[in-house]
């Protein structure tokens, strides 16, 4: 990885829809080389996906619900089962396992309380859970898909630079 991937990565977490033929001239290559790197990165994992991103407002998903679980369970079985309910969720659009007091944390979406509510009788339906918390988003004041870049390894060492 080296300093024009890193340009790449940049310019494509902006706009994954750049013609290759700009994103070439933007980062200095040829338009054969830079289709090359962005290849490699793809191939490497580096590049997972490239996706769409939706206005939540227009497609009728504009109310966050941030979801902290606690679990009596911890055990392998239930954490496995507790995954595979939970991903069956399409409400669900982000899910982690926590340290600290809670167990889990979702990030749900949906378009009012009503349909929350009708997703969380939904969820203790499937599986057992000792205590859930919901506080719903009153205003998003930052959101990005882009990852911060600085402080990856480029040319044998960190650097800032773009």
Not at 76 to 95: A, G, N, Q, Y
Request: glycine residues 4%; aromatic residues 8%; contains cysteine.
């Amino acid at each position: 990885m080296d300093r024009l991937d890193r340009k790449i990565l940049r310019l494509l977490q902006e706009d994954s829809t750049l013609a290759v033929a700009d994103l070439a001239k933007k980062v200095g290559l040829s338009t054969t080389p830079c289709w090359r790197r962005i290849q490699k990165l793809e191939e490497e994992g580096v590049i997972r996906k490239r996706v769409a991103l939706l206005d939540p407002a227009k497609v009728n998903a504009q109310v966050t619900v941030f979801v902290s679980i606690r679990t009596s369970a911890h055990s392998h079985e239930w954490l496995k089962r507790f995954s595979e309910v939970v991903v069956d969720f399409p409400e669900v659009v982000e899910f982690y396992r926590m340290s600290g007091d809670v167990d889990y944390l979702l990030r749900v979406v949906v378009p009012d309380i009503a349909a929350y509510d009708n997703f969380y009788k939904r969820l203790i339906q499937r599986i057992e859970i000792r205590d859930v918390s919901s506080s719903f988003a009153m205003q998003q004041i930052k959101y990005t898909t882009e990852l911060p870049l600085d402080y990856l390894v480029v040319d044998g060492g960190r650097s800032s630079d773009s």
